[in-house]
């Protein structure tokens, strides 16, 4: 039987969060994210499993911002939605969708709710000891919009550093912003600029903003991150208190170094060297990039192949963190998982299947990049470069596999 416990809504507590449940893809209105963070914020650093959280109704609706006559109601449609959501996360090869709770019940005579997580979050909210992010729930439950609900939690895990890089289309997805102001400009008036008015108004961090761009396009965005003090007189006593600190946090090497603990590996000050020669920028970017991925089992060997085939330049600082450069390190890492010998042509198509499904490029497009990198590929993995085959041959050889998929398939039905 589960364990229940009544507990007060308290602005106070501390939500913990594991950087990759900061890092799902989910979209979530803002009232169904204040419902998930004000349960979290009740999980104690001694909690080896999940409750059922009970909490006074009145003070809940209080806290979510949920008003009206009608309050009640409207509280039992939005949980009744936020249990048919799901979140995705992705662990190795794997990408699951998981609902955020498994129970909500209304004790309507004792006027209380009961709310308990869905057990698979338990890695992500439950002892954690590393690469999670902290902040007080009070920070986030007078945000109106969603959009700066996200972008508070995107940018707190990253306070220490001081600032954050996304493309476009990562910031959007990361968001739930995908198919919304397709106009950067109009992402920026509508999304980014109330989420930064917001965040400096309400929360104890602000930011500015960095627009990159490409030719005249905006392509990234930098947000520079401000922590913010009590006061002006305390903001210039820590200042003087850690100024060593301060000068410290914004070298190369305390960053590279904060960034890989994010990672969960620690960068020796030997390595940092090794890799400065690429380019500061250029490897700043390459571990931001790798933020997003959780298929790479050795991020410091990942990086350096990475850097040296970059053969990193002024020309190529931009395209160095690109997809087309990721491609090579990623198929080695993803061959390297298996310890049986391969043969090459078994290693050829599963190359192309794998760039077509995890870059979405079209055949001709994988096949054209297997050819370029093939080379490299097979002597990182011990085999002999097999005679080159058309693009006609690879074609050819999938219709041969999707017209016997098929025909297994119509055997099946009979």
Not at 17 to 36: C, D, F, T, V
Not at 74 to 89: A, G, N
Not at 162 to 187: C, K, M, V
Not at 261 to 277: F, N, P, R
């Amino acid at each position: 039987m589960w364990s229940s416990e009544l507990v007060e809504v308290n602005q106070s507590n501390f939500v913990t969060k594991s950087n990759r449940l900061i890092e799902a893809n989910y979209k979530l209105g803002a009232i169904e994210q204040k419902i998930i963070l004000c349960l979290a914020s009740n999980i104690q650093p001694t909690d080896s499993d999940f409750k059922t959280y009970t909490l006074p109704i009145k003070e809940f609706t209080s806290l979510l911002g949920v008003k009206g006559q009608h309050k009640y109601s409207d509280l039992k449609r939005i949980t009744k939605e936020l249990m048919q959501k799901v979140f995705e996360v992705r662990i190795d090869k794997k990408v699951i969708q998981v609902a955020w709770l498994s129970y909500v019940a209304y004790n309507e005579s004792e006027g209380t709710i009961d709310i308990r997580f869905d057990p698979f979050l338990r890695p992500y909210l439950l002892e954690l000891k590393r690469e999670f992010t902290s902040y007080k729930l009070e920070n986030v439950v007078q945000l109106k919009s969603t959009y700066a609900i996200r972008i508070y939690e995107l940018l707190k895990q990253y306070e220490k550093i001081q600032e954050r890089t996304f493309s476009l289309s990562e910031l959007r997805r990361l968001l739930g912003a995908e198919d919304i102001y397709p106009a950067y400009g109009n992402f920026k008036q509508r999304v980014l600029m109330p989420a930064q008015k917001e965040l400096e108004n309400k929360t104890d961090i602000s930011f500015d903003l960095e627009e990159i761009k490409k030719g005249r396009k905006v392509t990234k965005v930098k947000f520079i991150i401000h922590s913010v003090t009590k006061s002006k007189e305390e903001q210039l006593r820590l200042f003087e208190e850690n100024l060593d600190e301060f000068k410290l946090a914004n070298s190369f090497t305390n960053r590279v170094k904060k960034l890989g603990l994010l990672m969960g590996v620690t960068i020796t000050d030997e390595m940092i060297q090794t890799w400065e020669k690429y380019g500061q920028e250029n490897v700043l970017l390459l571990m931001e990039k790798l933020q997003y991925r959780n298929d790479v089992e050795n991020p410091i060997g990942y990086i350096t192949t990475v850097l040296k085939a970059s053969k990193a330049s002024e020309e190529s600082q931009v395209e160095l963190v690109s997809q087309d450069q990721m491609m090579l390190p990623y198929l080695i890492s993803y061959f390297k998982r298996s310890k049986e010998p391969m043969a090459d042509w078994f290693i050829a198509d599963e190359a192309v299947k794998e760039l077509q499904k995890h870059y979405s490029m079209e055949l001709d497009k994988a096949v054209a990049k297997f050819e370029e990198i093939k080379e490299e590929l097979f002597k990182e993995l011990g085999v002999t470069v097999p005679v080159t085959k058309s693009k006609e041959e690879i074609e050819h050889q999938q219709q041969e596999i999707e017209e016997l998929l098929k025909q297994l398939r119509l055997e099946k039905t009979v």
